[in-house]
């Protein structure tokens, strides 16, 4: 047999989807049960994106409007938790109005006590995405994808220039970069055009 050996079952895995402690504050798609006509009010998309710099992982914690296409809150870490979450959703609900509904997967930073109360208390709905389904919060998805595309390879950078190549494509995406899906014009553009 070559000396090769097969190695039979693995450790079952916990986590959030299992966890007793975090099981209360899964919800269900919501937005998937939503009608055309109240899918047009404003609702934000939600997730973690990762990257290396300087061999460590960074991670940013990113708010799409659906409607709009505008970023409306982010924040940066070495770390991906609540407390990166509730800063960038805090950083949305300062500069924003509030939306409607906010759609999250189910990672443990958006099925914690905080995040789940943070967003009752200011009359937010919570939509989840279903296990392993990243297509129902394709629209964060897809910006993530986008901004990988064109920011180019980011690893030979340092974490400080990274903070800037952030800051300045999250600016130029908001306020210069024209999306077709919005007729053309930029997310900014068309925010304006509907508050």
């Given amino acids: 047999m070559n000396g090769l050996q097969a190695k039979y079952g693995r450790k079952k895995i916990h986590n959030v989807h299992?966890?007793?402690?975090?099981?209360?504050?899964?919800?269900?798609?919501?937005?998937?049960?939503?009608?055309?006509q109240e899918k047009k009010q404003e609702i934000w998309s939600t997730d973690f994106t990762e990257i290396k710099v300087e061999n460590k992982t960074y991670y940013v914690c990113g708010i799409l409007s659906i409607q709009s296409k505008v970023l409306v809150g982010y924040a940066k870490s070495s770390k991906n938790n609540t407390a990166v979450a509730l800063e960038a959703l805090n950083d949305a609900l300062e500069r924003y109005e509030k939306p409607y509904m906010i759609l999250?997967?189910?990672?443990?930073?958006?099925?914690?006590?905080?995040?789940?109360?943070?967003?009752?208390?200011n009359g937010i709905l919570h939509s989840m995405s279903r296990p392993h389904r990243p297509a129902d919060n394709i629209f964060i998805e897809t910006f993530w994808q986008t901004m990988k595309v064109?920011?180019?390879k980011i690893s030979a950078f340092t974490k400080n220039q990274v903070d800037m190549m952030f800051d300045y494509y999250f600016y130029y995406y908001n306020h210069l970069r024209p999306h077709s899906s919005i007729g053309y014009k930029t997310p900014m553009e068309e925010w304006n055009a509907r508050h």
């Fill in 18 to 36: 299992t966890s007793p402690h975090t099981k209360r504050y899964i919800q269900e798609n919501l937005y998937a049960k939503l009608s055309s």
């Fill in 104 to 121: 999250t997967d189910r990672g443990s930073p958006f099925v914690s006590k905080n995040f789940h109360r943070t967003l009752e208390e």
């Fill in 150 to 152: 064109e920011m180019g």
